[in-house]
């Protein structure tokens, strides 16, 4: 092209990766990312391999510990991976299994009919990105050994002694080479080995914290599995029938287990999954589970005279008002789509959800009638909402300019039209709304005060919400419609920032704005666009010098630093209506001096988060007791 290179570019200069070098050369291809959440993905990756055991009938107990130089040890009660040599490799086959990708009982359909993790890359990859890995074999009367560091092989695998146990052993300590952060949170392996525990039927498994003085241990053991998820689901709910309904099938070779319960709350909350490995976008499976249920509720309503001939069909969002289900399904070669991967895209399973869902869900209402009516009664007064809320919702949209129809009278709009530039701070009340309109930058700040605490949307059907002044003004003011009508191209605001006053309301007000965020308009949080601003709690002032405290800990550190005597002026802030304008716009609201949270959703957690949020603004106030009481260690300011 005319361009001269400095250096060549012949056959010597493309660069061949051998073994596991690729592994940490791109780590992210593997593994997602190098952050926390990497981190944790290889523990997963390890207890997938145990957990293939467990569905192939093998293993009954798992587990799990963090050891007190943060190594993690996973022990299972397997057949032990295979200790003989592989005619291929020429090498024993765990060490196959440890330093060679894409090798592994996974494939070829000798080992396992199903499995998890990242299709035969699992335990190789772990190996490669840590500082050391040990794995030791009970087999056959005999205990076997082997250690890797980076990968490479330490010494040939050997027996070290006899054992009448049997299974596989896996210590591992991450490479702080590889990884941003090389510290496990405990409750983050929870969550995930509870679901785990949930989706293999009868399987134990103990997650065990050796760091703390006293071990920590958790143990999850789901006889009930996908059952058992779903009263978990329900635990702040109140369920408007007795039964959980289960249905379970082999059709075209692919394993189905839905098991599903409405409460009487107005939201959805179902989760699927396959081969163990959560779908966040679904797929041919979840579109399986839908299809049956709208038709067979239809065809019962029908056939039972609950609809008249005059009215329309039930709608799927009808029937799946209040609904928690688990569609949960092994297949022996999942094919997954999309930009991340998580959506099933195997047609066949859609056939074989909808074949084995079908018969045993019209089966079930037939000799159920009391609670098929009870379902269809919910249904049908949720399509009568619905009517209403999509009325209600004709008047949140935003117009075009044609139309006239002008942004909420409260908002103090931002000059700039570019939404990357732009932010809206959602504030409490009129008073910090005022002090927060004279603060800001009127070119890329729009501020909107709301008046007190805005509704519980978890506790209202969306045509009450869409009739909200307060939540109609935010509606009107992001700009992106809401439900079925959300589209986040039409975002006026590339920051959505709450802020509250720094006290027991302000916490309550916040959650109460999540909330509906979360179940209305999930994708602003998935994309990043919500933060929570972070006001100072304390103003210190000593000679006319002004320094802010955002927490206990830093006001310690302030007053060591300018010395503890009556020259200090300590102020508390109560809310951000004792703040001036200039302190404002210095503490919360200037990009170069400000502390803003980002609010994250983890796909991997998204069932957490729903009972998190089902606990904290549900109706049931002993879940509500337990939560606060089992966090509230983890509180840093709390206004009494």
Same mark, same amino acid.
């Given at each position: 092209?005319?361009?001269?290179?400095?250096?060549? &570019?012949?056959?010597?200069?493309?660069?061949?990766?051998?073994?596991?070098?690729?592994?940490?050369?791109?780590?992210?291809?593997?593994?997602?990312?190098?952050?926390?959440?990497?981190?944790?993905?290889?523990?997963?990756?390890?207890?997938?391999?145990?957990?293939?055991?467990?569905?192939?009938?093998?293993?009954?107990?798992?587990?799990?510990?963090?050891?007190?130089?943060?190594?993690?040890?996973?022990?299972?009660?397997?057949?032990?991976?295979?200790?003989?040599?592989?005619?291929?490799?020429?090498?024993?086959?765990?060490?196959?299994?440890?330093?060679?990708?894409?090798?592994?009982?996974?494939?070829?359909?000798?080992? +396992?009919?199903?499995?998890?993790?990242?299709?035969?890359?699992?335990?190789?990859?772990?190996?490669?990105?840590?500082?050391?890995?040990?794995?030791?074999?009970?087999?056959?009367?005999?205990? +076997?050994?082997?250690?890797?560091?980076?990968?490479?092989?330490?010494?040939?695998?050997?027996?070290?002694?006899?054992?009448?146990?049997?299974?596989?052993?896996?210590?591992?300590?991450?490479?702080?080479?590889?990884?941003?952060?090389?510290?496990?949170?405990?409750?983050?392996?929870?969550?995930?080995?509870?679901?785990?525990?949930?989706?293999?039927?009868?399987?134990?498994?103990?997650?065990?914290?050796?760091?703390?003085?006293?071990?920590?241990?958790?143990?999850?053991?789901?006889?009930?599995?996908?059952?058992?998820?779903?009263?978990?689901?329900?635990?702040?709910?109140?369920?408007?029938?007795?039964?959980?309904?289960?249905?379970?099938?082999?059709?075209?070779?692919?394993?189905?287990?839905?098991?599903?319960?409405?409460?009487?709350?107005?939201?959805?909350?179902? &989760?699927?999954?396959?081969?163990?490995?959560?779908?966040?976008?679904?797929? #041919?499976?979840?579109?399986?589970? =839908?299809?049956?249920?709208?038709?067979?509720?239809?065809?019962?309503?029908?056939?039972?005279?609950?609809?008249?001939?005059?009215?329309?069909?039930?709608?799927?969002?009808?029937?799946?008002?209040?609904?928690?289900?688990?569609?949960?399904?092994?297949?022996?070669?999942?094919?997954?789509?999309?930009?991340?991967?998580?959506?099933?895209?195997?047609?066949?399973?859609?056939?074989?959800?909808?074949?084995?869902?079908?018969?045993?869900?019209?089966?079930?209402?037939?000799?159920?009638?009391? /609670?098929?009516?009870?379902?269809?009664?919910?249904?049908?007064?949720?399509? =009568?909402?619905?009517?209403?809320?999509?009325?209600?919702?004709?008047? #949140?949209?935003?117009?075009?300019?044609?139309?006239?129809?002008? @942004?909420?009278?409260?908002?103090?709009?931002?000059?700039?039209?570019?939404?990357?530039?732009?932010?809206?701070?959602?504030?409490?009340?009129?008073?910090?709304?005022?002090?927060?309109?004279?603060?800001?930058?009127?070119?890329?700040?729009?501020?909107?005060?709301?008046?007190?605490?805005?509704?519980?949307?978890?506790?209202?059907?969306?045509?009450? /919400?869409?009739?909200?002044?307060?939540?109609?003004?935010?509606? #009107?003011?992001?700009? #992106?419609?809401?439900?079925?009508?959300?589209?986040?191209?039409?975002?006026? +605001?590339?920051?959505?920032?709450?802020?509250?006053?720094?006290?027991?309301?302000?916490?309550?007000?916040?959650?109460?704005? @999540?909330?509906?965020?979360?179940?209305?308009?999930?994708?602003?949080?998935?994309?990043?666009?919500?933060?929570?601003?972070?006001?100072?709690?304390?103003?210190?002032?000593?000679?006319?010098?002004?320094?802010?405290? &955002?927490?206990?800990?830093?006001?310690?550190?302030?007053?060591?630093?300018?010395?503890?005597?009556?020259?200090?002026?300590?102020?508390?802030?109560?809310?951000?209506?004792?703040?001036?304008?200039?302190?404002?716009?210095?503490?919360?609201?200037?990009?170069?001096?400000?502390?803003?949270?980002?609010?994250?959703?983890?796909?991997?957690?998204?069932?957490?988060?729903?009972?998190?949020?089902?606990?904290?603004?549900?109706?049931?106030?002993?879940?509500?007791?337990?939560?606060?009481?089992?966090?509230?260690?983890?509180?840093?300011?709390?206004?009494?």
């Amino acid at each position: 092209m005319g361009t001269e290179v400095n250096g060549e &570019y012949g056959a010597d200069q493309i660069q061949i990766l051998e073994g596991l070098e690729a592994v940490r050369k791109r780590p992210g291809m593997y593994i997602g990312s190098t952050s926390v959440r990497g981190l944790h993905h290889l523990v997963y990756e390890i207890v997938d391999n145990s957990v293939d055991e467990a569905l192939a009938g093998y293993c009954t107990e798992i587990e799990v510990s963090i050891n007190e130089d943060n190594s993690i040890c996973v022990k299972d009660n397997g057949r032990g991976i295979p200790v003989g040599i592989n005619k291929k490799a020429g090498l024993p086959a765990v060490e196959v299994v440890f330093t060679i990708l894409h090798a592994g009982g996974k494939f070829g359909g000798g080992g +396992y009919k199903v499995s998890g993790g990242l299709h035969g890359v699992g335990a190789s990859v772990v190996n490669a990105l840590s500082e050391w890995l040990e794995v030791t074999i009970h087999k056959d009367g005999k205990m +076997y050994r082997q250690r890797y560091e980076r990968g490479k092989v330490m010494y040939p695998l050997k027996v070290v002694g006899d054992t009448t146990k049997r299974g596989t052993e896996v210590v591992f300590l991450p490479d702080k080479e590889i990884f941003e952060e090389t510290v496990f949170d405990f409750d983050t392996l929870r969550q995930r080995l509870r679901e785990m525990a949930f989706l293999t039927k009868g399987i134990k498994i103990i997650l065990i914290d050796k760091r703390l003085e006293e071990p920590k241990i958790r143990a999850f053991h789901y006889e009930g599995g996908i059952k058992e998820y779903v009263d978990y689901l329900n635990k702040s709910q109140t369920p408007i029938y007795d039964d959980v309904i289960y249905c379970e099938g082999i059709k075209n070779n692919i394993y189905v287990e839905v098991a599903m319960q409405h409460n009487d709350s107005y939201t959805e909350s179902t &989760y699927s999954f396959v081969n163990n490995i959560t779908t966040p976008e679904g797929g #041919t499976h979840l579109t399986g589970f =839908r299809n049956a249920l709208t038709k067979c509720f239809n065809d019962y309503a029908r056939t039972n005279k609950l609809l008249k001939d005059s009215e329309p069909n039930l709608a799927g969002e009808d029937i799946r008002e209040g609904l928690a289900a688990i569609v949960s399904i092994k297949i022996s070669e999942p094919q997954f789509e999309g930009q991340t991967k998580q959506k099933l895209g195997n047609s066949e399973a859609r056939g074989a959800v909808e074949s084995v869902m079908s018969e045993q869900l019209t089966y079930f209402l037939e000799q159920n009638p009391q /609670i098929a009516k009870i379902i269809c009664d919910k249904a049908i007064l949720a399509q =009568r909402a619905r009517d209403a809320a999509r009325k209600a919702r004709d008047l #949140t949209r935003r117009k075009t300019a044609l139309e006239s129809t002008s @942004l909420p009278g409260k908002l103090a709009d931002c000059s700039d039209k570019d939404p990357k530039n732009c932010e809206i701070y959602i504030v409490e009340g009129d008073s910090a709304g005022g002090s927060a309109k004279t603060a800001r930058n009127r070119a890329t700040q729009a501020i909107l005060p709301l008046r007190g605490k805005i509704l519980n949307v978890e506790k209202s059907r969306l045509d009450k /919400i869409l009739v909200n002044n307060e939540i109609k003004a935010m509606i #009107t003011a992001f700009g #992106t419609g809401i439900g079925e009508d959300f589209d986040i191209s039409k975002l006026r +605001y590339d920051k959505i920032v709450i802020m509250t006053d720094a006290d027991v309301d302000g916490a309550h007000i916040a959650t109460l704005m @999540l909330t509906f965020l979360y179940r209305f308009m999930p994708e602003l949080i998935k994309q990043g666009h919500v933060y929570l601003a972070q006001p100072p709690l304390y103003k210190v002032e000593r000679n006319k010098v002004v320094h802010y405290a &955002y927490d206990d800990n830093e006001l310690a550190q302030i007053l060591a630093e300018i010395g503890r005597d009556s020259n200090n002026k300590i102020q508390r802030y109560k809310g951000l209506g004792e703040m001036d304008a200039e302190q404002l716009w210095d503490t919360t609201m200037d990009p170069e001096k400000r502390i803003l949270l980002r609010v994250n959703m983890d796909n991997d957690s998204e069932a957490e988060m729903n009972v998190v949020f089902n606990t904290l603004m549900g109706d049931k106030v002993e879940p509500r007791r337990q939560f606060i009481e089992e966090n509230a260690k983890y509180v840093r300011n709390l206004d009494i």
